[in-house]
Structure formats: structure tokens, C-alpha cells
């Protein structure tokens, strides 16, 4: 094998692999005990592959210039924390390794996506990588649909329990009668998220219909109904709501002007629809069922704070915090990694105040330059990579003002090292004017 297409099999095995990792290293570590080892072992390899992956670029010379850029805003949000860290030497040491790590893996998902296919272009065709995560996410979704039906201490007996950090079972207010499912993903939101992707690639697939034959459409509406089902099933109202902006953000970008036609011609027939589907919400205003999904507020609700008052009420705190110390209060003092702290941590419920609250003002305009600048790349290629990774990429802006998103290693290995990719394989224009990518897989090259 050349040496060039390790960053490439690696990013494809993140891409497999990182959707079952809790499962994998919780029902594994059983068996050969310790549990931590696995669980930091992927993140230690990640960032050797994406060390390796950088060292490779610059080794094969004629790097572009946004490469550089890229490799310069993430090495100097690395040094930042580095330097918060050293600033703040009393910081709990656990919950610092732990969130210097979730914080830095992005970035280092995005070098790895991007130094793979400069190193590799050949290899990263549209559909050969977004097959990989379709076949996986298709077995992710299939495994939740089963889970609703299972009892609900199953994961119990492969290693799941809150003593080893993972619950093995959710409800909406710990009710047993509003269960969500996870599949192998940590929790019922993550996996929504983590879905979101896969269905924004099936929707723009299905609305290319005209060039599918009658079994392949079947198969697509099958594949996007589990997907949607799965969805469903998880009850994460954020996930929902992603999916709508990115399904419909698909939509627009991809028949956009057929869009306006059809609705220039049948805009009443929309409006009664409006219209018929609000009357039928605000009929059930009292349904105790749809109030316990929709408000995720119900007669088991323990202490005097549902979800939703605990969300405003993470999130002032965290922008109080910002406000005084703008220079941030080091990594892992905020966030998903707090919580490993016995003396208490911060869940801002908002990944990018939990960004600002630990690397400052700084940090999160670095952080969310980068987001930016990396949008921006995508857009100008102005073709399916487009539609599917910006369409989401919305999706998760939004879910990450209510979540930490970004901190789980699924969602983030999917989009970061999909958008990676997308940035480094070269676009060409058609003789119409339009952008396309005319790279194509060989694997067997």
C-alpha cells in the first residue's frame, strides 16, 4: 500500500468506525477491562493520523495556500489552550485533558479529511464517500428502529451503566412512558444529530428521481423512511428541527426555481394545508402524549426545573462567565468534559458559550472564523458536496446553540472530515457554467 493513501483509509475508518464507538468500547472493555484505555485510544490515534497526514502534505511539497491557513488557525487555537491550560495550572487535570481533547478533534478531523484527498483525490469521488456513511448510518438507524422495541435494560448486559459513564437507557423526564432511543451512539440527541447527514444525502438523492431506475427508488424512499424513523424515534426536539432546515434547505438549493413555479400555482393549496396541520397541533394543545414530546415536560417531571427552564438557565450562566473573564477559564471548564469534575462543572447547553466561556473571546472568534471560512470553501463549489454538507451544516448551527454537538465524535468526524474533503478535491466548470467535480473513485488503482 502507498504511503500516500493512509490519511485515506484512516478518514474512512473514522467514518466507520466512530458512530460505534461507545457501543464498541463499553461491551469490549468487559471483556479486557480497561474501559479508559479504549476510550482515549481513538482520540490519541486521531491525532497521530492527523500529525502524520499534515507532515505528508508539506513532505510532498506544492501546498495550496488555504491549506496553510487552515493549518495555521487550528494550530493557533491549539496553542491557545495551551496557554489558557498554563494560565490556569489549579484546573481539574481530568476534565482539562478532556476538553482540550473534544475541542481540538474537529480541527483535527478537518486536517485529516483535507490532507487525505490533496494527497488522494482520485479516491474521494462523491458517491464512493458518501456510500461509506450511508452503508453505516443505514445500520446505525436500523439498530435504533430495533432498540424501541426491546426492553429497556438491554444495553445493561454489554456494559452500559452510569457508574461506567454511559446510560444505558433514556426517557423524556426519566418517564418510562416516553422512551428514546441511542442505538450506538451515547444519547438520543447525538444520534438525531448524527442522522442528519445521511438524510440530507437522501433527499437530494430522491429528488434526483428522473435519474434512478424503479429499484433504486425504492430502495432510496426505504432507506430515507428508516432514517426518518430513527429520527423520530430518538424524540430530540433539536434533531427535529435540524432536519427540517437541512431537508428543506436541500430542497431549495436543489430545485429551487422549480419550487417558486409550483408554488406561484398552487399557493392556496399550501395555505389550506398550513392552515389544517396548525388547527390540528392546537386541537391537541392537551394531549399529555404530544405535550410530553413537544415540551419535554411531563406528570414525572423530577424537581421544580424542566428541560427547558435548565437550558435558559445553563446559558446565562455561561454568558456571565464570558462577560467577566473574556480571556477564558481554560479548557474543560465548561462543557460535556466539566461534568468529570467532582467539585462541579458547567453544562452551557450552547456549544459556543462553552467555547467562550473556556478560551475566551478569542477562541471563539478563531473557532467560528474557521467554521466561516470553511462554509465559505464549500459554497464555492457550487455542486452536490454543496447541497448535502451545507444544508446540514445550518442544521448544526442551530443545534449547537442548544447542545454541545460538536463534542460528540460521531457527528463531528462525519461533518468535519466530509467538509475536509470537500475543500481540498478540485472543482472544474462545466461547459454550461455550472461547477462540478470531475474526480471519480479508483480504489483500485
Known sequence: MQIKRIPYWGAIALLAYMPFHIFFSQSVSTLTGG????????????????????????????????????LGVSGAYFLLHVLLWAVHPHLFRTSAEVGFIYNMRVVCYA??????????????????IFKVALVVSSIVALLAVVQYFLPKDVLTHVGYS????????????????????????????????????????????????????????????????????????????SAW?????????????????????????????GVVVLMVLFGGLYSQRHNAQLDGIISHSTTAQVGPHDSNDLHLMYIRKGLNGIWHNPLGHGPGTAGLASIQNPDGGLLTENYYVQIGYEVGVLGLGLFVGLLAWIYVRVWRRHDQWTIVLLSSFWAYALINMLLHMWSNEAVAAQWWLLAGVAMAIPITKRPGGSHATKVRADASA
Open 241 to 269: 428541527l435540524g432536519a427540517v432546515v437541512t431537508v428543506s434547505l436541500a430542497i431549495w438549493w436543489r430545485i429551487s426555481t422549480q419550487f417558486v413555479r409550483v408554488m406561484r400555482k398552487w399557493w392556496l393549496v
Open 162 to 237: 452510569l457508574d461506567r459513564g454511559v446510560r444505558p437507557s433514556f426517557f423524556i423526564d426519566d418517564n418510562p412512558a416516553f422512551p428514546r432511543v441511542m442505538s450506538t451512539l451515547r444519547d438520543p440527541n447525538s444520534l438525531g444529530a448524527y442522522l442528519l447527514v445521511p438524510i440530507a444525502l437522501l433527499a437530494y438523492t430522491v429528488l434526483q428521481a428522473k435519474k434512478q431506475t424503479r429499484r433504486q427508488r425504492i430502495w432510496l424512499g426505504a432507506l430515507l423512511a428508516l432514517h426518518v424513523t430513527a429520527l423520530y424515534m430518538t424524540f430530540s426536539r
Open 111 to 128: 486536517l485529516i479529511g483535507a490532507g487525505a484527498a490533496l494527497l488522494t483525490p482520485r479516491l474521494f469521488a462523491f458517491r464512493s
Open 35 to 70: 474501559l479508559e484505555a479504549w476510550k482515549v485510544a481513538k482520540d490519541i490515534l486521531t491525532a497521530l493520523l492527523a500529525v502524520f497526514t499534515i507532515c505528508l502534505v508539506i513532505y510532498n511539497r506544492g501546498v495550496p495556500k488555504w491549506f496553510w491557513a487552515l
